[in-house]
């Protein structure tokens, strides 16, 4: 396998936020907005988690990225901004935060188009794009194709960046996620709407994360972590991923790269494989 994609590390390390604030709950039923607590809930994100992570990051001077809901930039004029002026890098993560499956063709593009033109007058580039929910299609990254992104990372098929062959617009690369290096399955309790049951020990998760770290860098992976600020914000949590980025840094060959910076370093290697997005065929049952 090429070190080019890699730069030479071991493994490199995306630190991924999503800060999709109220619109993951209120893409579930516009009556949430009346449920103060819920909404404080997820307001707690943008308000708390993102100045206590942007002050994490800032102290190991380490780059991130955040995908961020159109909506959410638009509730929150400078939002973005600030995040750009830490030297992060702000993603696409749809206008509404419904996931494309859910949606047809004509709504998904609607939707991605109008949290393109949030961006645009925020005068923030974009250069890559994370599904709500991860729940991509084929359409969807023939959407972040069409609209020149240079990656997606919504997909499961690998644990190093690849390239995904659009049906008609070339190829984008992928940095794939998995529910294992995601905090929402270890975090996320909220009575209603249901969106998890779990508050874990942060010292489990620590561990968990450090393991699979340790193994990318034998297997020479991506670590694509993605956190959710109105979780991993919290205290202990937050201190869950301080103790992930000084183990890293112990290391001494993980690189942290912002995602954008990844994707190009995979569109320069050639030998990455190529997956293209065809569905399989119908299984028939009888
Ligand atoms: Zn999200």
């Known amino acids: 396998m090429s070190d080019v994609w890699n730069r030479g590390a071991a493994a490199v390390a995306t630190l991924t936020f999503d800060v999709d604030a109220e619109s993951a709950i209120l893409a579930r039923g516009g009556t949430y907005a009346d449920h103060a607590m819920t909404m404080s809930h997820q307001a707690y994100g943008p308000d708390v988690g993102v100045p206590r992570l942007l002050d994490l990051l800032d102290e190991f001077d380490i780059p991130a990225t955040f995908f961020v809901p159109g909506w959410v930039a638009q509730q929150r004029p400078g939002l973005a901004a600030r995040i750009v002026e830490r030297g992060h890098e702000v993603a696409h993560h749809s206008y509404s935060h419904r996931p494309p499956t859910t949606m047809s ?4 593009q609607a939707d991605f188009e109008r949290a393109l033109d949030v961006f645009a007058a925020q005068d923030i580039e974009i250069l890559g794009h994370r599904a709500a929910l991860w729940e991509a299609t084929a359409h969807t990254l023939d959407l972040v194709a069409q609209h020149s992104l240079l990656y997606d990372s919504s997909l499961m098929g690998d644990d190093r960046p690849y390239r995904v062959a659009t049906a008609n ?14 905090d929402w399955e270890q975090y996320a309790f909220l009575p209603d709407p249901h969106v998890g049951s779990v508050i874990e020990s942060p ?4 561990d968990m994360w450090c393991a699979e770290l340790d193994a990318m860098r034998h297997y ?3 670590f694509n972590l993605t956190c959710h600020p109105f979780l991993s914000g919290r205290p202990s949590r937050a201190m869950a991923l301080r103790r992930l980025i000084e183990f890293a840094l112990q290391r001494g060959d993980v690189t942290f790269a912002r995602c954008g910076d990844v994707a ?6 050639p030998e990455l494989p190529v997956r293209g997005l065809t569905p399989p065929p119908t299984l028939h049952f009888a």
């Open 203 to 206: 010292a489990k998760v620590l």
């Open 105 to 108: 063709e004509a709504e998904e």
């Open 264 to 269: 190009r370093w995979a569109m320069d290697t």
């Open 169 to 182: 617009r070339g190829e984008i690369a992928e940095l794939p996620v998995h529910w294992s290096l995601d």
């Open 220 to 222: 020479r992976c991506l």
